[in-house]
């Protein structure tokens, strides 16, 4: 929901998980998002955006099938001349609450597993067995895999997940205690955001400087919404650092890790221009002149095909209003 009260409410895949797939898809990657959509009416709208930005739908519906998560973010402009935003869980129209997230299972595996000799990158922000299983096969593959934690979860989980990870990525204000543990045998870097300060990174793996280092924020000259930030800063580096999984990691020196790091960080400056958490993909026009510098050449390309290829209106019914 937009600060403008004129602007209708929009619709479109998100998540975490969503937002990095959808990124690294509009990058040029191969992006396969391992879901349990059904046929419902936001499912529908999820893997229609997930088309438009050229994200594979093949692992979308693995089973059970579950109703699609429903998030409202609903945007306001502050006294100070920005905006803040809020997320709500409770439907729109009949004030219920709104499908919650629900892990893919163990039986997924199977499925998922003839996918995995391809992969570069296994990404992943919330435990679960079905998860962890597959982040070990991935990792055994010579995929990057990817944990960038919101919460903790089940602890048992949540350190096996620690454990299988090559890069860690999460918020100071979320779990800082992160940062004193001396990190896993796979753990090749760790990221810690640190807001408006930006981030500091280690490289436990580097005998000679395994400590932590410091980087600014990328300056963001016009913030209409800082939503969505740190998926495009997570998929920048990626696309920097993982492109023949572990063996491009493994190969990157100091500098090139800053890079990616700088690089992630200017995405993520150059998103607060636009609202909702991947709004400048659907401004491209606006998006390239604003910061040209920062694309691809794949992404560049992508601009000219989905140029005002705005995301759905309208207001998306939960289960409960479309059973009514």
């Given at each position: 929901?937009?600060?403008?009260?004129?602007?209708?409410?929009?619709?479109?895949?998100?998540?975490?998980?969503?937002?990095?797939?959808?990124?690294?898809?509009?990058?040029?990657?191969?992006?396969?998002?391992?879901?349990?959509?059904?046929?419902?009416?936001?499912?529908?709208?999820?893997?229609?955006?997930?088309?438009?930005?050229?994200?594979?739908?093949?692992?979308?519906?693995?089973?059970?099938?579950?109703?699609?998560?429903?998030?409202?973010?609903?945007?306001?402009?502050?006294?100070?001349?920005?905006?803040?935003?809020?997320?709500?869980?409770?439907?729109?129209?009949?004030?219920?609450?709104?499908?919650?997230?629900?892990?893919?299972?163990?039986?997924?595996?199977?499925?998922?597993?003839?996918?995995?000799?391809?992969?570069?990158?296994?990404?992943?922000?919330?435990?679960?067995?079905?998860?962890?299983?597959?982040?070990?096969?991935?990792?055994?593959?010579?995929?990057?895999?990817?944990?960038?934690?919101?919460?903790?979860?089940?602890?048992?989980?949540?350190?096996?997940?620690?454990?299988?990870?090559?890069?860690?990525?999460?918020?100071?204000?979320?779990?800082?205690?992160?940062?004193?543990?001396?990190?896993?045998?796979?753990?090749?870097?760790?990221?810690?955001?640190?807001?408006?300060?930006?981030?500091?990174?280690?490289?436990?793996?580097?005998?000679?400087?395994?400590?932590?280092?410091?980087?600014?924020?990328?300056?963001?000259?016009?913030?209409?919404?800082?939503?969505?930030?740190?998926?495009?800063?997570?998929?920048?580096?990626?696309?920097?650092?993982?492109?023949?999984?572990?063996?491009?990691?493994?190969?990157?020196?100091?500098?090139?890790?800053?890079?990616?790091?700088?690089?992630?960080?200017?995405?993520?400056?150059?998103?607060?221009?636009?609202?909702?958490?991947?709004?400048?993909?659907?401004?491209?026009?606006?998006?390239?002149?604003?910061?040209?510098?920062?694309?691809?050449?794949?992404?560049?390309?992508?601009a000219t095909q989905h140029v005002n290829n705005s995301p759905a209106a309208d207001l998306v019914s939960c289960p409960r209003c479309?059973?009514?």
């Open positions: 929901m937009s600060a403008d009260p004129d602007s209708p409410v929009r619709s479109w895949a998100g998540g975490t998980c969503g937002n990095v797939l959808s990124i690294l898809a509009w990058l040029g990657w191969d992006a396969y998002p391992i879901a349990r959509l059904n046929d419902d009416a936001a499912a529908v709208r999820v893997k229609a955006d997930f088309k438009r930005w050229g994200v594979h739908l093949d692992l979308a519906d693995c089973g059970p099938a579950a109703n699609t998560p429903i998030i409202v973010q609903q945007i306001k402009a502050s006294s100070s001349g920005g905006s803040t935003h809020r997320f709500s869980w409770s439907c729109l129209r009949c004030g219920g609450w709104l499908p919650s997230f629900k892990p893919i299972t163990r039986h997924v595996v199977d499925q998922v597993v003839p996918y995995i000799p391809e992969t570069s990158v296994y990404f992943f922000d919330r435990v679960s067995r079905g998860a962890l299983d597959l982040a070990t096969q991935a990792s055994e593959g010579g995929a990057v895999v990817m944990f960038e934690p919101s919460g903790r979860g089940d602890e048992k989980l949540f350190k096996e997940a620690l454990g299988l990870a090559h890069i860690v990525k999460y918020a100071d204000q979320r779990m800082a205690d992160l940062a004193a543990s001396d990190g896993s045998g796979n753990l090749r870097l760790e990221i810690q955001t640190l807001g408006s300060e930006g981030l500091r990174f280690r490289l436990p793996r580097n005998r000679r400087n395994p400590g932590w280092r410091t980087l600014n924020s990328a300056p963001a000259p016009d913030v209409r919404d800082s939503c969505g930030s740190g998926d495009w800063c997570t998929a920048g580096i990626l696309s920097k650092l993982a492109s023949r999984g572990v063996e491009t990691l493994d190969a990157a020196s100091v500098t090139s890790v800053t890079t990616a790091l700088k690089f992630g960080q200017e995405l993520a400056a150059w998103n607060c221009a636009f609202e909702g958490a991947r709004g400048g993909m659907y401004a491209q026009s606006q998006a390239v002149a604003v910061r040209p510098d920062l694309f691809l050449p794949a992404a560049s390309h992508a479309e059973a009514a």
